[in-house]
């Protein structure tokens, strides 16, 4: 398998109104995939669901680009098309689903090579958690590093981490990490709190969703020098 | 001074920058760009990234944020000229979900034309296209000086078409389009 890394990531956060979740399941899950595919939209990397953290009842997905341009154009396309026009207003029907929307643009965090090879295959059976961070600075990087890397230490596997290009302040850092269990997340917290000062951090737990698609992970490519090429194309598999 | 360098290299894309003199959060400064396409923005942005004058002088700034705005249903498409001599308004708010369109006319069509009637200029209007929180509605207004903004909001309160455009959205919402704006008042940096 090679793996390669675009230059951008959308990652898409739906703060849902209550008891409307499963009518975005149906949605995303089974009815949009062929659409995206027709309109040009990148297929998704990951879906998750979560209702614990700040964006709770969450329904998220994380898609890359290449292009913002291109983005912007398969994104008009899809809003135009005939067929997601009528899939949207039956499925609303008649009723709202959506609280907020958030649409954040996303770029490869140079510290995401320290950790390449990680997350090549996502790990759909334990819990996902994104983690927002605010660095004070620059040097908030090596504070961030050491963090990520006590979390791997026990037991995290890392499967993506960005910085932030669009909708986020930009000394804003994502980070996704897969943990086998929630106990094992938590065990870790205590030693993360214990090992590093405090940080100005925001957690998500989120909980993957299998819909079928072919799975990638999100993690650079293996053979790309720098970690995180230019124009390096989709991600592969 | 850090915005400066700014403008050198985002250049002939730059419509506007502004100091908040009130609001909150207040941050350093407030710039509105304009791109023809991504590619381009992308190319100005990395040059602003490797620019060690930029480095340099940004140091004391914690952070900035990018949001990617399109001008709003009914809206112009070119925002108005910026004066150093006016007070300028920043509106941002959240609207109802999925009345993005119709709180872009409602604005463009019954609030913007009342303000126009006190002497307030529009400068802009816009959504949000990415970004936190959606959909956002973000409005530019400009003002002679603080008391022709205090006069021209108790204008509109009083305004039978702006009350008249609320009770039509309660009838239909049971809310009005537009949530409670954070909002800054600013002055232009560029003369």
């Known amino acids: ?16 109104l209550p008891t409307r979740m499963p009518d975005f399941h149906e949605l995303l899950g089974l009815q949009v995939p ?39 154009a398969a994104w008009k396309k899809f809003y135009a098309d005939k067929v997601w026009q009528k899939k949207l207003a039956a499925n609303y029907a008649g009723s709202q689903r959506v609280d907020r929307p958030s649409v954040l643009i996303l770029r490869p ?38 963090r990520i890397a006590t979390a791997v230490d026990n037991g995290a596997e890392v499967l993506g981490l960005f910085d932030a290009e669009i909708g986020l302040p930009t000394n804003t850092r994502v980070a996704m990490l897969a943990w086998p269990d929630e106990a094992q997340r938590l065990m870790t917290r205590t030693a993360e709190a214990a090992a590093h000062p405090p940080a100005d951090l925001q957690t998500q737990v989120m909980y993957p969703i299998p819909y079928g698609f072919p799975r990638t992970g999100l993690s650079p490519r293996l053979d790309d020098p720098a970690g995180q090429g230019a124009d390096i194309g989709p991600i592969q598999t | 001074m850090a915005f400066s360098r700014v403008r050198a290299i985002i250049g002939p894309h730059a419509l506007g920058v502004w100091q908040p003199d009130a609001g909150s959060g207040i941050a350093p400064y407030v710039s509105l760009s304009a791109w023809h396409d991504f590619e381009r923005r992308e190319t100005v942005h990395q040059a602003l990234r490797e620019d060690r004058e930029w480095i340099d002088s940004s140091a004391s700034l914690t952070s900035c944020e990018h949001w990617i705005v399109a001008p709003s249903s009914g809206a112009p498409e070119q925002i108005g000229p910026t004066r150093t001599d006016e007070i300028y308004e920043f509106r941002i708010q959240e609207v109802a979900n999925g009345s993005q369109a119709a709180a872009g006319q409602s604005f463009w069509y019954v609030i913007s034309r009342e303000i126009k009637r006190t002497g307030g200029r529009i400068i802009g209007q816009f959504d949000i296209v990415l970004g936190p929180n959606r959909p956002v509605f973000v409005t530019i207004l400009a003002w002679s000086d603080y008391t022709a903004l205090h006069s021209g909001w108790q204008y509109l309160d009083r305004s039978s078409e702006c009350a008249a455009q609320r009770d039509s959205e309660m009838a239909e919402l049971g809310r009005s389009y537009f949530d409670r704006p954070a909002q800054w008042l600013m002055r232009s940096m560029v003369k």
């Open chain 1, 1 to 16: 398998m090679t793996q390669t890394v675009s230059r951008y990531f959308e990652l898409r956060l739906y703060r849902m």
């Open chain 1, 109 to 146: 965090s140079d510290l995401w090579r320290n950790y390449r090879g990680q997350g090549a295959v996502v790990d759909m059976t334990g819990v996902h958690e994104m983690r927002f961070y605010r660095c004070t600075s620059h040097a908030g990087s090596g504070e961030l590093d050491a």
């Open chain 1, 34 to 72: 062929p659409l995206f595919e027709k309109c040009g939209v990148s297929r998704p990397l990951g879906f998750w669901q979560s209702h614990a953290g700040p964006y709770a009842p969450l329904f998220g997905y994380i898609m890359p680009w290449n292009s913002i341009d291109d983005r912007m």
